[in-house]
């Protein structure tokens, strides 16, 4: 179902219990609007550090298992093809490694566990591995943006009193 | 089969497996329901891979006899 279909109070009206819920269980209202910056904020940095783990904490556990499986598959899929050499800095990789930097649970100790391998021989699967952990990197980004939409629902335009949409 | 032959399989496959896993996640951004995440996210991922594959291998193919 799309989530635009569901009507915008509705949809508000549950990134607020969810809110309620991640901060502690509070039951006041202006609380959890006061405490859902932080919760927005750790939501994004979650999925940031793990794929899933925003759609997780945000009660979305199915969507989370799927882009955790899917993520990790896809970067893990790209080491294994570049053979372990593909998450670098130096020469030209620096540019791919700003993909893959966005999938920082799995990006930054890739670099720190294969920062011994050198590029000893010819790698043929290189480049399609460079490209597998670059989109996985590049994918978690739009799954932020999800794990943002899924917090803060966009609100409905407001309707003027004749019922015509202001926007 | 020759050498030729298992590269262009392999990396044909390959492609094909990107193309299946970005559009899952693509879809997966517009939908709450994982089945239908997933269904929707193979059939338009296949559908897609086998069009591109089909425009840019005839497309390239006639390219390359034309030069």
Known sequence: MYRGALPAEEAVEGAQVRSVRLDGGGSDETAARSQGLATVVLCVVAAWLVPGLGHWLLGRRGKALLYFVLLTFTFLCGMWLADFRNVRTDDDFWLYFVGESFLGGLAFPALWLTKGLELVRSQPRLDVGLLFSTVAGILNVCVMVDVYETACPRAAPAATPDGESIA | ?67
Do not use: C
């Not at chain 2, 939908?31 to 891979?49: A, C, M, N, Y």
């Open chain 2, 1 to 67: 089969m020759n050498v030729q032959t298992v590269e262009l399989v392999e990396h044909v496959a390959l492609y094909f497996l990107l193309a299946l896993l970005v559009s899952v996640t693509y879809h997966g951004l517009r939908r709450e329901d994982v089945g239908d995440i997933v269904r929707t996210g193979i059939k338009r991922g296949l559908l897609f891979g086998l069009v591109s594959l089909f425009v840019f291998g005839v497309g390239g193919y006639l390219l390359a006899q034309w030069l």
